[in-house]
């Protein structure tokens, strides 16, 4: 399959998913960063200045580690990308060092950024501190009350946290705020979206700078094992890490690739975030994507334990992915996540995100379509450091 | 079921462009649908065209006066299907050309593929009684198959055009553009703002500059008083649209909707005076 380099097309258009559905007043703006990221995505000069930030300050190649004994576990081969190593604990790093030497590079001088579980907002604080840029990052109320110790973080980096107050005050919800106030401050500000999602050019240039990751696993499981892997899992919230690790063997037709969504609660129960396997075709923040809404176009509130995949889209490249069935979806419970979690926790010594224990708790669930040679990469895209609060109060209350 | 478009009959007179018009936005339900109904048919007499929101749980170009109308607009129950109920009810009294103000995503669900959904919505818009439509989140670039149905419907699709719109991007509008174009008068959401920029009148003439055809400028975004409103016709707007400072009103008068629809009618009235 001849995938590489066609999508998107011009318009943004990853077949009939993405395009640009921003208001009139960011046109401009989004043009103008296409033109920007057009002429800078292959200046040898500026790819140089971005991987020499990545390797000095963010600790990149992070390792390719063979997990020895959850392969016994498990039954087959498991190597973990470690991407909970790179700076700020989580993959979200190679995006906001990307768009911010982008945006400096525009003569642009603050950031403003969303986040949901705080890891965005979080790298992107570094990066603004990084950069010198002044940062500002909404977040939803809900989400600031499940993720104090963010929040501190994001302060003590000196970047403003304005709390969201409206609609389900969660990850939707701080991107509408963040959109409304780049609108009203477009001319000085970069929008740092945090994920492959939103209008053109954004699910284009967040999946360029997230590369790094499969470029590195591919040649580092080349080098461990002298071939490729049977499959890669990773999990998908809007998808920047998924897409991250999977962009470069989606043409290897051999390596499944393996998307897995929130269940939350349980599919029955509703309380979900299964944009990919449930959602619906429709238009939200800039982009026609798969959505969990009503009959009638409205959002729907969705759930997960982790905060970073409480979200209810998909990146448009996965909805494509999926509908050329290159991209197989799966789905992990809170109390699976959790199970997982605490075994990889116990048997290997990592505390991994939440969000990458959906991709491990896939795993466990998949495991007998695996031999003991075949290899498995699990990206780990972030460090469960940040989910200690909720890990204890959800134990706790299990041994109850 | 085609019937004549009450935006293009209003503008076919040729001294159409003398006059000055004025069309207020009010989100649709909001406080309830009851009061809705009643409070156009009371401002009818002091407006010109009337602006409808059709609620979306995520309006990015909305600001919080209009994010709050939409949530008691939820909450009195409106979607879709209550909203056309609604202008039917409005069109048994109210003879005027009505546009409505949504998101893409409202207008592409119900049926089995987007195209048929966006035909199908559009349709079913057309024949409770609107004339127009501004789609919020859809700029020219994407519009292609919403400027089919209009025509298929006969609806005017108005654009909306901002102060940073580039001057290539100003013709591809202007070339489609139908009924008025709705120039946005402030760099930033909706909502009552105290003054209005400098910006406002260097877009005014730039905009008049490019129009080959003869189509009416409506300015929105941010205006709140009469006096905004008089100064934005000196400058060469031939309509004013007024959403957050009327929504302020119902706010205001949560309790009290007799004095509610008392201070709407004054502000209405004020503005139509402004305007006239």
């Given amino acids: 399959m001849k995938y590489s380099g066609r999508y998107p097309n011009k318009c943004g258009k990853f077949g009939d998913f993405g395009g640009i559905f921003a208001p009139e007043v960011l046109m401009p703006a989004l043009n103008e960063l296409t033109e920007a990221f057009e002429k800078y995505r292959n200046d040898e000069s500026f790819k140089k200045e971005f991987y020499q930030i990545l390797e000095s300050y963010g600790g990149r190649p992070t390792p390719l580690f063979y997990a020895k004994r959850l392969s016994e576990d498990v039954g087959c081969k498991v190597y973990l990308k470690r991407e909970d190593l790179l700076h700020g604990g989580a993959h979200k790093l190679n995006n906001v060092i990307g768009q911010a030497l982008l945006a400096k590079k525009m003569g642009k001088t603050k950031l403003v950024a969303e986040t949901g579980a705080g890891q965005h907002g979080f790298a992107t604080a570094i990066a603004g501190a990084y950069f010198g840029m002044e940062t500002k990052v909404f977040m939803g109320e809900v989400d600031i009350a499940r993720q104090a110790y963010n929040v501190y973080r994001m302060q003590l980096l000196g ?9 389900s005050k969660t990850l939707k919800d701080a991107i509408n705020d963040g959109l409304r106030y780049w609108i009203t401050n477009v001319r000085d500000t970069h929008y740092l979206m945090g994920s492959v999602v939103g209008p053109h050019p954004y699910p284009l240039l967040v999946r360029e700078f997230q590369r790094v990751i499969g470029i590195e696993t591919k040649k580092q499981i080349m080098e461990l094992e002298g071939r490729l892997p049977n499959a890669i899992i990773a999990c998908i919230g809007g998808g920047s890490n998924a897409i991250g690790i999977m962009y470069d063997f989606i043409e290897d037709e051999n390596v499944q690739l393996i998307g897995v969504e929130a269940a939350g609660e349980g599919l029955e ?50 909805c494509f992915l999926k509908e050329l069935t290159r991209l197989r979806v799966e789905t992990a419970t809170d109390n699976e996540t959790l199970a997982s979690f605490q075994k990889l926790s116990v048997i290997e010594g990592i505390i991994p995100a939440l969000e990458s224990s959906h991709a491990l708790a896939c795993l466990e669930k998949i495991k007998g379509e695996f031999n003991k040679d075949d290899i498995v990469i699990i990206n780990l895209s972030g460090s469960g450091s940040k989910d200690l609060n909720i890990i204890k109060q959800r134990m706790e209350f299990k041994v109850k | 079921m085609n019937h004549t478009n009450r935006i293009l009959d209003l503008f076919n ?67 879709t299907k209550v909203a056309l109920d609604t202008i039917k009810k409005i069109r048994t009294f109210f003879q005027k050309p009505i546009v409505i103000l949504t998101y893409y995503n409202i207008l592409i669900q119900g049926s089995e593929t987007i195209e048929s959904s966006l035909d199908n919505t559009l349709r079913r818009f ?26 298929k419907h006969n609806i005017s699709l108005i654009f909306l055009i901002a102060p940073t719109t580039t001057d290539d991007r100003l013709e591809k509008i202007l070339k489609e553009a139908r009924g008025f174009v709705y120039l946005i008068s402030i760099l930033g959401v909706t909502g009552a703002r105290e003054k209005i920029a400098q910006i406002t009148k260097e877009t005014i003439k730039r905009v008049k500059s490019k129009i080959k055809t003869k189509i009416p400028i409506f300015l929105g975004f941010g205006i709140s008083t009469p006096e905004h409103a008089s100064t934005l016709v000196e400058l060469g707007a031939d309509g004013i649209i007024i959403g957050s400072a009327m929504i302020d009103v119902i706010k205001r008068n949560l309790s009290d909707f007799t004095k509610m629809e008392k201070e709407l009618v004054e502000f209405v009235s004020s503005i139509n005076n402004a305007i006239k």
Avoid: W
Wanted: proline share 7%.
């Fill in chain 1, 159 to 167: 970047a403003e946290v304005i709390p969201v107050k409206i609609g």
């Fill in chain 1, 269 to 318: 129960t509703g309380k979900h975030s299964i944009a990919l396997g449930l959602g619906r075709r429709g238009v939200l923040h800039g982009s026609l994507m798969y959505l969990l809404q009503n009959e009638y176009g409205n959002i729907l509130k969705t759930h997960s334990i982790s905060a970073g995949l409480d979200y209810p889209g998909v990146g448009p490249e996965h």
């Fill in chain 2, 13 to 79: 007179d040729k001294n159409a462009l003398e006059e000055k018009y004025f069309m207020p936005f009010l989100v649709c339900g909001d406080p309830s649908i009851e009061q809705f109904i009643s409070m156009i048919e009371k401002i009818d007499p002091y407006i010109d065209i009337l602006e409808l929101g059709i609620p979306f749980s995520d309006p990015i170009a909305d600001g919080p006066t209009v994010q709050e109308a939409n949530m008691r607009a939820f909450e009195a129950g409106i979607n």
């Fill in chain 2, 126 to 151: 057309k024949e409770s009684g609107i004339d127009g439509i501004v789609i919020a989140d859809l700029p020219i670039e994407e519009a292609g198959l919403a400027l089919k149905y209009c025509k």
